[in-house]
């Protein structure tokens, strides 16, 4: 007998139909034996309701109040959640942050996890019961009720994972798994049977859109298993683990696709009086994430040295305040912005794979016309940057070169 | 200084622009001096579309989640009238049934108010804040979400007006004040201005749709002047305190109505082994609220006792339950229901009202050709059962009758 944390996304639980289904699900694991806590997200797109809601009221609502209101989404779930599988004849108890000691620090919006009590969640666990937990949010050691940020259910859910031991944490979704590129570009993309929290990090980061990072992130760090699944068929969706790769995993994982992004220049005089450390330490305390940062030493007088890197176009506005009043207290540097741009990756594991696999990549876009403006490595993964509008050219030729479509056992064609 | 607690029912918060119109009215009294603590229902049909859901997932869903859910209500009014107050640039802070401490006994769906706590709200208040708190619902010792039963809202309003000791509870609605009549029914129905407690008692009891009960006993219990007026207009509205009566106040305060009613009838042994009261504990224990009992003993041995009572249709099922047990139980007894059933009542105050007004009652309806069903009198009111399709036609009458359009400085016609 084992404990298993199941976590459900808003289009789980959309409507009735759907509650009824993931109950099911709840149910048949207790039935197997198991202990159950489920973490629930907000019905369909009633998260998005509610931030219209407090827009209608304020341009520029307290977040403390944005936090109350918007919790409310994940405590309609747990409610409806609990009386379904009450319905279908089995124990259910609903716990608030609160109530089960699920302790943030006090950043409204953005909380942080600090602890989570196991007492109230043993005790209703040795009753008998399933418990249903709001994901998303938590509470601070004052009482005040605090969200961890958009998408943060699976962190939840992970973290309970951690706290309480759990043998596994199911996240149900809307799709089958995770894929070997975006199943919208590529058709024939392929299901990724397991994954190293490494590479679906890398792939969370460069644009795949999976599991939150954050919670793959409490993953790594305490080790618990993740298999990411389909929460309407009854099929094996990807299981995330510490490692994946043996000599049956390939080299090349999955391709995947960043779009809108930025490259933010900074020339002239970019070099003097730390303007380089003091704008990435601004950048940071703002929480902005940048990445291709690429200098380069002054060759003359006129150029002066640059420093370059690239940014989501949401954040352009923020860093664009940031660069414009620190170029001004220095005479001579400039700011240059190019926008409408895309990141292309390639997520791949093992020795053999950064032996050719760069080579293969800017081949294959050149075969398809593509002049990458950046290219970037790291242990795991292959990134350039193109114009937005050949993206997905880039990954359908990316993910046919590297026979992505093959099944694992297949060779990569490295 | 004073303190004044303001609550706002759920017609007066439907949309951002009325949520707006409250907090104006929240910021106006805090800037005339006063304290202000708010308290707030859930938006429009909101507390509906909740039940709604509930009723998709299950056809009987356990009450403490029912409270889980149906508190998100006003949790979303809470968090939006704080934006609302904060974006025209005063401070205000939501506080939960939780963080205020507003402990209740753990009935859930129909919990009673034990104690509230000060501690929180002194603070907030001193820091110079509007304080929001969710109408309607609190916590057990525990810990568990509770609600206190629909249109509990005034009642945490007057509770909280109680405890802290409030200058004046305003209860801000979607309609004027209390009326001699209904408007929808008596067109020229007058506006009431001042209200002793007990005659709004019995003026809801008969079914004038006005400020919920256990607001007005709470009121009465503690003596808080509480003022119903409307969210939309800045007109004065029904001012009810101890004691409205005086030389200038006319006898006949109003008239009600209230619709499908169903007498129940036991007659045959209904006189034997305790068979009444018997019945009548069963039904205060179910919470079934009865009027007008009438009995009479046995003239012959066929005909045996009878006793009856009215209830609500909707309480008509459960009734019957427990009355064809009891009847199965003892030999003879049998169930008569007549359905289709209202109350109309005079509600008056004073010496003057009890002298002639039941006369002129009855003369009034005869003449409307309405014979009534069953007549009643307290102190304060005159009852009459009758058809349900003559309700209307009969309220008018008696309004006509005792003048009650006219101004209270008129002559009432007794």
Redesign the interface.
Known sequence: MGLIVQKFGGTSLS??ER??RAARRAIRAKLNGHRVVVVVSAMGRSTNM?LD??R???????K???D??L??GE??S???M???I??AGHEA??L?A??VGLFTDSAFTRAKIQRISRTRIDEELSAGRIIIIPGFQGTDAR???TTLGRGASDTTAVALAAVLGADLCEIYTDVKGIFTADPQIVPHARKIDTLGYDEVLEMAARGAKVTHSRAIEFGRKYGVPIHVCSSALDSEGTMITADSSNLETPAVRGVTLKEDLVIVTLSGNADQSGLMSKLLSELAADEIGITDITTAQAVDRVAGAHFSFAVGSSDLRDVRIICDRLTQERSGARVNVEEGLSKVSVVGVGSRFHASATAKMLETLACAGIEPRAVSTSEIILSCLLPMQQGEVAIRALHEAFALSSSPQGLNAI
Chains 1, 2 share one sequence.
């Open positions: 409507d009735s509650i009824h509610l809601l407090a209608e009221v304020s341009g520029d609502p307290p403390r109040e944005l109350v209101l919790s409310t405590q309609v747990m409610a409806l609990a009386m379904a009450d319905a108890i609903s608030s609160v109530q009482g005040e009720l």
